[in-house]
């Protein structure tokens, strides 16, 4: 039904999607109720939804929430958002690039909005970062993304990558269902998954975001060297201080950047 759906409206709008705006419209509805499912929805929310697409996800919030914003990039999409939603009286489209808004703009409340987005991948990693580090941070991102991307968001250690470090130091993220390729019109060329990213009430304790940003990526600079050659060389310190900071945190001469927690980086960029 789904499929007809979106195909009807192609058809009907003389839609032709564009692969380079990650243009994939869900056609599978025990999908569609695993999203709405996994966001925990109350009447009293307000949800951002990032690229609504055709708008087959953002009715289903709509029915369930306070107020949805749609942001879509593509002007063509807009219009039909508009024409096809016109009876929602609490849908909010609006024509922009998310990855350029001002969040105070969409009147989004100072703590208590979702956000719910089907994201292209060359966008992915921004977008994620940009809403993880706002001052009006969402309680929660519901999000589907590609499958490595989403490994990567939730690694373990000897996994870690600075995406997961990044989101995990904000966030308590979790891979909340796989979503095969054939579940999307056109076909993308890799499976997706949607996960769920918590923004942690307690966050991490570090002196200065950005220094920990900062030797994080120093960290990760050469995945093949060792954590302490990266940080001796990157922050022009002596190896002898960062060995005594090692065994501080009783980390191994030979860790690497992949293997640590983010609690330990913390306590690496803190005792730094």
Not at 9 to 29: A, S, T, V
Not at 250 to 260: D, G, H, I, V, Y
Request: one cysteine or more.
């Amino acid at each position: 039904m789904l499929l007809q759906e979106t195909k009807n409206l192609l058809k009907k709008y003389n839609f032709q999607p564009i692969h380079g705006r990650g243009q994939n419209f869900l056609i599978d509805e025990k999908v569609l109720e695993e999203i709405v499912d996994s966001a925990n929805l109350k009447s009293s929310d307000v949800v951002l939804e990032v690229g609504p697409g055709m708008g087959v996800l953002t009715k289903e919030l709509a029915k369930r929430v306070k107020k949805v914003i749609a942001v879509e990039l593509d002007k063509n999409l807009v219009k039909v958002l508009k024409q096809e939603l016109k009876d929602y009286k609490n849908i909010e489209i609006i024509s922009d690039n998310i990855l350029k808004i001002d969040s105070t703009s969409y009147q989004l409340p100072i703590s208590s909005y979702k956000i719910v987005a089907n994201l292209p991948y060359n966008i992915t990693s921004k977008f994620i970062r940009t809403f993880l580090e706002i001052e009006n941070q969402p309680i929660e991102m519901i999000l589907m993304v590609q499958k490595e991307v989403a490994e990567r968001i939730t690694a373990k250690p000897g996994q870690m990558s600075i995406l997961g470090v990044a989101c995990q130091f904000y966030a308590d993220c979790k891979i909340e269902f796989l979503v095969k390729k054939t579940s999307f019109l056109p076909i993308p060329k890799v499976d997706s998954a949607t996960i769920s990213l918590k923004v942690k009430s307690q966050k991490s304790k570090v002196n200065d975001n950005e220094l920990f940003f900062k030797v994080v990526k120093t960290g990760f600079s050469s995945k093949r060297k060792k954590l302490k050659s990266n940080l001796s060389k990157g922050l022009d310190i002596k190896k002898e201080k960062i060995q005594e900071i090692f065994d501080k945190l009783e980390l191994k001469e030979n860790t690497r950047a992949q293997e640590l927690l983010v609690e330990e980086w913390v306590k690496l960029v803190n005792l730094l």
